[in-house]
DNA sequence: GCTAGTGGTGTATAATTTACACTACTAAAA
DNA sequence: TTTTAGTAGTGTAAATTATACACCACTAGC
């Protein structure tokens, strides 16, 4: 035991997971059954396990309570406020996560739009709050908007979940110069059927999306 | 006390304190005195006291082990890998702080060059290369440069700072245009006096730098 | 008064970003 | 079978932003 002569907080783990659905940017709040702030709304969050490291905690954490399985995850900052819990002292690290798809979430979580996210329990408003920020900032600069889009997908697809996460319309021919330009993203050769419109073209990344940081 | 069946990780604070010297970016090691890693440098950091808010901490810590009072300060992410500190299970919140001038340190206290780190105890080597990263990138899109400068400074002075940080040589014409360009540098009116050359005009931020995020 | 050292200034070119409209293909309805 | 609705795909010109570049002038010290 290291010399330390003060109470330990407790560490948990929050996570932010975002997906991208009918043009909606939305985030994953569970209903809590635990007191305190019991009925609230909150993010899926849970104690750091002895051993386990945070990245760890976050991705279990997202599984067992929410039943999702994440693509993309990152550290988005530590909030260590010392009346954030009223219970005692709890420290935070955040994670965000973003993901694809529609996957079969536990029942008590749903799915909010963040232009209509409820009240929440302890500062996780804040916690949200910051991070689509940060999601929206590093939208433009890294490649982390490929994480709500399949492995494989067509540029307009891409582009209605960009105009989600930014909130504004972008302009077709410019998007798709943009996206093309560094070469990291290629024609699979195949496209899309269906829909009472052309066949879209199927683009896939030439590398994975990693934690692009 | 919360229902919290693991044993509590112990929470620090690192803090990494950046300026710029005769052109160097340097940062501000301690000399441990008490184990592990006794005799090892290692970034100044301390417990998380209750009821203490985290940037506190990074505060405080600075002022006990550092003796320096700090200008900019912002959180860089938390580390907490089960074996980063081979007493027990630490996870440590690292802050990252610019000052300017020279303040008297701590006679533990060294400042090193970023380009020449001695080995450094824990994970702090790690911690310290994220750091650099994050200032390099933060530079050119935050305020955060003019945390290294007085509340009033040359443009010259500024440029060899900002040269410094980045390793790079600024154009001087378009350094100047860049850092005029939002209007939130202004002229003083006053000039310098001494130096074997003309005077240079002295400016000021219209805001004071804050934590820019 | 001469020299070393550096503060201060503008313009032309290149690169990047933005604005913008039509054709053609598919599915479904008439 | 024809028509219609919906949307994939494509290029260029203009505006903005970033880059490259050289000389004069002022001060201190010799």
Same mark, same amino acid.
Request: glycine share 6%; net charge negative.
């Given at each position: 035991m290291v010399e330390y002569p003060f109470p330990r907080p407790a560490v948990t783990v929050d996570t932010i997971v975002f997906r991208v659905t009918d043009a909606v940017l939305e985030v994953l709040l569970i209903r809590r %059954? !635990?007191?305190?702030?019991?009925g609230s709304w909150a993010l899926p969050g849970g104690f750091v396990h002895e051993d386990e490291p945070l990245e760890a905690t976050a991705a279990r954490v997202l599984g067992e309570k929410a039943g999702v399985t994440t693509y993309h995850l990152e550290q988005l900052g530590t909030f260590g406020a $010392?009346?954030? %819990? $009223?219970r005692d002292r709890v420290i935070s690290v955040a994670y965000f996560a973003i993901i694809n798809g529609d996957p079969a979430v536990d029942k008590n979580a749903e799915w909010f739009s963040v232009d209509d996210v409820p009240p929440t329990a302890f500062d996780h408003d804040h916690i949200i709050a910051t991070a689509i920020q940060r999601l929206r900032s590093k939208l433009t600069y890294t490649r982390?908007?490929? !994480?709500?889009? $399949?492995d494989v997908f067509t540029l307009p697809q891409l582009q209605r979940t960009w105009e989600a996460v930014l909130k504004a319309p972008l302009d077709k021919r410019n998007f798709r110069k943009m996206v093309m330009a560094d070469g990291q993203v290629i024609a699979t050769g195949e496209k899309t059927r269906g829909g009472a419109h052309p066949p879209a073209m199927l683009y896939r990344t030439i590398q994975p999306i990693r934690e692009t940081q």
């Open positions: %059954d !635990a007191s305190p702030f019991a $010392p009346d954030r %819990d $009223p982390i908007g490929f !994480a709500f889009v $399949p």
